[in-house]
């Protein structure tokens, strides 16, 4: 619940806070998606960045059917299919029976879409750590315990906004 309670010490209400804090997150979408474009230009896949987020998915949650990757990347299921497309032509993602239910597939990575993952990770990681490479460690840090707060509970306001 939000209120109009005012910190004593800015003058800053929680309203103004969350302004300031949307503003922020808007540049540094802006800010990644630039980056990303600028990366996707250069990479020699030539994926699109849902089929990148897709691959996430298969690697980091396991073999799953396009459904549920349409659920759980808030798009439709026939984007999915075309991004499933592209993955599998390029040989990073392959179709394999479901084992629960035979007549259905599911989707899982390769070898090869692992290894592609992880390269992208690393290269994500590299950048990341350049661009904070001034910063103290204890900042670092509590930037990051702040994202995983945020991005729970983001999450779970979805899910809340999503069940009513």
């Not at 597939?105 to 990681?125: D, H, I, Q, W």
């Not at 103290?136 to 994202?147: H, I, Q, V, W």
Request: one cysteine or more; a negative charge; aromatic letters at 4%.
């Amino acid at each position: 619940m939000v209120v109009e309670a005012c910190d004593p010490g800015t003058g800053a209400t929680e309203l103004d806070v969350a302004d300031r804090l949307g503003a922020q997150l808007i540049r540094l979408m802006r800010a990644v998606g630039r980056t990303k474009s600028q990366i996707a230009k250069h990479g020699p896949d030539g994926l699109e960045r849902l089929a990148y987020a897709v691959l996430f998915c298969l690697v980091h949650d396991g073999p799953q059917r396009t459904g549920k990757l349409a659920d759980t990347l808030h798009t439709e299921a026939s984007t999915i299919s075309r991004q499933t497309r592209s993955l599998v032509a390029h040989g990073l993602v392959e179709r394999r029976a479901d084992p629960v239910d035979g007549r259905a597939c599911v989707l899982a990575p390769t070898a090869e879409g692992e290894r592609v993952f992880e390269e992208n990770r690393r290269n994500r990681n590299r950048w990341l750590a350049e661009v904070m490479a001034d910063w103290p460690e204890d900042e670092r840090a509590t930037l990051t315990d702040l994202l995983e707060l945020l991005v729970s509970g983001i999450e779970q306001s979805t899910i809340t906004a999503d069940s009513n």
